[in-house]
């Protein structure tokens, strides 16, 4: 599920699902597939989809508030970690 609120965090933040996909090096099915994945576990639909792009719905927006600092927070940390591993191996 985490993974899943990156996805979509990332997509909020380009305010497209193409733009997230190339963002996260994944293809655009993946990154729809993982979107509509999170929507079914919380029960809402986080984005308005049209021609224009992606925008938040008041859930989407909630939810993209109490969740984007976390999420951002943890990958540093994990990239930190990550870092300090192979830097011990080295």
Known sequence: ???NFKVFI??????SLTNAAAELEMTI???????HELEKELGCELF???????????AGQ????????F?????????NLDNSLHSLNG
């Open 10 to 15: 990332t997509a909020a933040e380009q305010k």
């Open 29 to 35: 099915a993946t990154v729809s597939r993982r979107v």
């Open 48 to 58: 308005h989809r049209s021609n224009k792009g992606l925008t938040l719905t008041p």
């Open 1 to 3: 599920m985490l993974d």
């Open 71 to 79: 999420i951002h927070e943890l990958d540093v940390r994990l990239l």
């Open 62 to 69: 909630s939810y993209y508030e109490e969740t984007s600092g």
